[in-house]
Every structure is written in C-alpha cells, then in structure tokens.
C-alpha cells in the first residue's frame, strides 16, 4: 500500500526565513504528486503538482517543490516566508491504478510570525 | 473559487441516524471524490466517482456509501452514525488524474 509521511507536524518561522516542508512517499509505480493548502476556515487549495517532466515545479503563490525520484520525496521550498503562508499543507500521492487511489500526508501545520 | 458546493455545511446527527451529505462539481467534471478529515486521522479517501460509477473506494465500512447522479452531483451516505464519525467532510473535483483535485469547503458533521 501506498503511504506518504510527513515529518514536521508543526513548524513556526518568522517572517522573510526560508521554508522547506518535508514529503517522502513509498509506491513503487507512477505517481502524481501534489500539494494542497488549507488556510484557517478556508477549503484545501492546490499549491502545485507534479506528473512527469521538470523535477522542479513551480506553484503558485512563490512556492514550489522538488520531485526526487531515488528519494522517494517531493519536498516544498519557499524561499522567503510570509505572515499570510500561515496554513497547514498536505502532501499527496494519486496513482492511476490501485485499490486506494489517493493518499494524504497528515499535513504540517505552518505558523509564520510576523 | 473552488467549484465545488457541498451541502449543509454543518450537520449535527445523533448516534445511530443515518445522514445524506450532497456534492455537486461544475459542469464537465465527472469525476467527483470523497475524503474524511479529523484531527486523528487526517485525510483519508473515501470513495471516488466517474460517471455515475464508483471507480476507487477506500478503507471505510459498508456504512459509508455514495451515489452519483447524470449530472455529477454525488451524494454520499453514512448509515448507523457513530460518534467517531464526526468529521469534515470534503468533496473534490477533477478531470484527469494529473490535474489534481479541487475541494469544497466541506459539511461538517457532529454525531452526539
């Protein structure tokens, strides 16, 4: 079965630091990546994604991520951090085969201090 | 804007009712899924649907069920409430795999 682990449960920065979430996943066929967002009181917005190409994807709002395929991990990157990035972010894997298609991280909960 | 309604947003159940939450995805997406989020658990994937048919289903028990409609709205059924039910509910569009899913804002069920 797939799993997708999240490591940071909870990261506060201050505001203009360097961000970088970490996302490992375990699956051994093709795999789509994505980020989501879920800002306070708000529905899971889709940061940015990966299927095939640029290992180095770019989303929006300044963020983007690295696919490592020896890793096994997609990590998000954002250089300077801001007080409205405050969010928790999920990272997921969807298969087009399988019986569960789609996995979540549990998240990471993301405080910026201004 | 997400393109997906959920309704209601909130819900309070009681303990062994049956609740009917509903999704419907904008015009021209067919592909209509299910996740349950809680503090616990996180998001887990319930069921997917494409054209009326379930294409993926998750690690729920048969009391969690779905529908889908011609016109890609979903339902999807939890029978004999538990109180570990509650949770957020969400429901997300898509076209293709490779295009991700967009979400609602969810139901919110309480189960008392």
């Known amino acids: 079965a797939q799993s997708v682990s999240q490591h940071n449960h909870h990261v506060i920065l201050s505001e203009a630091a360097s961000l970088e979430l970490g996302c490992n996943y375990s699956?051994?066929?093709?795999?789509?990546l994505f980020w989501y967002v879920q800002y306070p009181g708000q529905h899971l917005q889709l940061l940015l994604k990966?299927?095939?190409?640029?290992?180095l994807v770019k989303g929006i709002k300044g963020f983007e991520a690295e696919f490592i395929k020896s890793k096994f991990s997609f990590n998000l990157r954002k250089p300077s951090v801001q007080w409205s990035d405050t969010a928790e972010y999920f990272c997921?894997?969807?298969?087009?085969?399988?019986?569960?298609?789609?996995?979540f991280g549990t998240g990471t909960k993301l405080q910026v201090i201004p | 804007k997400a393109g997906v309604t959920q309704t209601p947003r909130y819900l309070i159940k009681t303990r062994g009712q049956q609740v009917t939450l509903s999704c419907s995805p904008i015009?021209?997406?067919?592909?209509v899924s299910w996740y349950q989020q809680t503090p616990g658990q996180g998001l887990q994937f319930l069921f997917e649907?494409?054209?009326?048919?379930?294409?993926n289903k998750g690690n729920f028990p048969g009391r969690f069920s779905g529908r889908q409609f011609s016109n890609s709205r979903s339902e999807m059924n939890v029978s004999t409430l538990e109180l570990g039910d509650s949770a957020l509910y969400l429901c997300?569009?898509?076209?293709?795999?490779?295009?991700?899913?967009?979400f609602g804002q969810g139901t919110r069920l309480t189960v008392v």
């Open positions: 997300a569009r898509s076209l293709t795999d490779c295009e991700g899913a967009f």
């Open positions: 997921a894997v969807w298969n087009s085969g399988g019986y569960q298609k789609v996995t």
């Open positions: 015009s021209g997406h067919r592909s």
């Open positions: 649907y494409f054209s009326e048919t379930q294409r």
């Open positions: 699956y051994g066929g093709t795999v789509n």
């Open positions: 990966y299927f095939s190409g640029d290992p």
